[in-house]
């Protein structure tokens, strides 16, 4: 039996994450996914939102599936130009923001220069500023020194820079010899690897599926609703492929794919959450269950959006989500297993 390599997934996924991709500034990454899809002859269209679907034609064309994972990941908009010259900036997606405290970023104008910058305190100097330790780390006191000669903000616009001007941070990715990759954003990236390097082996090795299957790239589920629209009414099964979330209380790790019963929007489908863990044991596949209290995905999306469908949830395992993140190659391996042999069951269509 042969499993998409985890190495090449790897690799993909260190592509992916050094693309930048802020919810509401996605074309450069879709295109790149769009681009590994033509190049496998795997038939694609975007959405109007600017996400990207592509299909596996099945066996059975009158029941579909849809598989979804999303290339939008957190970031910043130039809220203010200060005074000084540094940008106070608004959060795009949920992340706190001593999480980004001193990170280096990139600020993108409406023309398309590029600019860098780092992501600091107001109050960083210990010798100038008594509280620098104390200070809350928020909105008000969270800015960015931009790596430009200015002095005020009139320096500032002149480079082209603007309020709403997409900010994104550095994702520092790496792949260490121990096998983690450690970088931001690998919510959701890694599961976008995963279902690419699905695709390409299920083109390569002229796997026909049992039915007629989506894969919906969503570009906007870092603020809701990515997920939640162009779901053929054909569609029985819908299974999301976001981050398990590791933490104090949770069975989520760094080296199993976690399969999801229940979060912030309430229990996944119990039937769909039975047959994939049923499938991990069949085939060997390292599982955990596990409960996301401050969580939601596309296909919660998909459900409070009136869509009659059975959904579910898996992923990847991922330390310290929503800040530098990591995972393990062994969690990146689980999830693609449980997939391939997902890809390839029967649906219960009574």
Do not use: W
Request: charged share 20%; proline share 3%; net charge negative.
């Amino acid at each position: 039996m042969t499993y998409p390599d985890v190495n090449e997934t790897m690799q993909l996924l260190k592509e992916l994450v050094s693309i930048p991709s802020p919810s509401g500034k996605t074309a450069e990454v879709i295109t790149f996914v769009e681009n590994y899809l033509t190049n496998l002859g795997v038939e694609t269209k975007r959405n109007r939102k600017g996400g990207l679907i592509a299909t596996l034609p099945g066996i059975n064309s009158e029941n579909h599936r849809m598989l979804t994972a999303h290339v939008d990941t957190l970031g910043a908009i130039v809220k203010e130009i200060k005074p000084s010259g540094r940008l106070a900036i608004d959060q795009i997606g949920g992340f706190t923001y001593h999480s980004i405290e001193g990170e280096y970023c990139q600020i993108q104008t409406i023309t398309g220069k590029v600019y860098t910058g780092t992501i600091l305190m107001h109050q960083t100097s210990v010798h100038v500023y008594k509280d620098a330790g104390k200070a809350e780390r928020n909105q008000k006191n969270i800015e960015v020194r931009i790596d430009e000669v200015v002095h005020n903000a009139d320096d500032v616009r002149n480079l082209g820079i603007n309020v709403g001007d997409f900010i994104s941070f550095d994702p520092r990715v790496e792949i260490t010899e121990s096998g983690f990759i450690k970088s931001r954003h690998l919510d959701d990236k890694a599961s976008v690897a995963i279902l690419l390097q699905l695709i390409k082996l299920m083109k390569s090795e002229n796997i026909i599926l049992p039915y007629t299957t989506h894969f919906l790239i969503s570009n906007n589920e870092e603020i809701g609703y990515g997920g939640n629209s162009n779901i053929t009414p054909e569609t029985i099964e819908y299974l999301a492929v976001d981050m398990g979330a590791i933490g104090d209380g949770q069975q989520t790790d760094e080296y199993t794919v976690s399969i999801c019963v229940k979060d912030s929007s309430g229990p996944y489908h119990y039937e769909l959450r039975k047959k994939l863990t049923q499938i991990a044991e069949e085939n060997g596949v390292k599982y955990k269950l596990d409960i996301y209290p401050h969580y939601g995905s596309d296909a919660s999306a998909a459900i409070r959006a009136g869509h009659d469908i059975v959904h579910g949830l898996i992923g990847p395992g991922i330390d310290s989500s929503h800040a530098y993140e990591r995972t393990h190659q062994s969690s990146i391996e689980n999830t693609s297993k449980l997939l391939y042999h997902y890809l390839q069951s029967e649906m219960n269509l009574k």
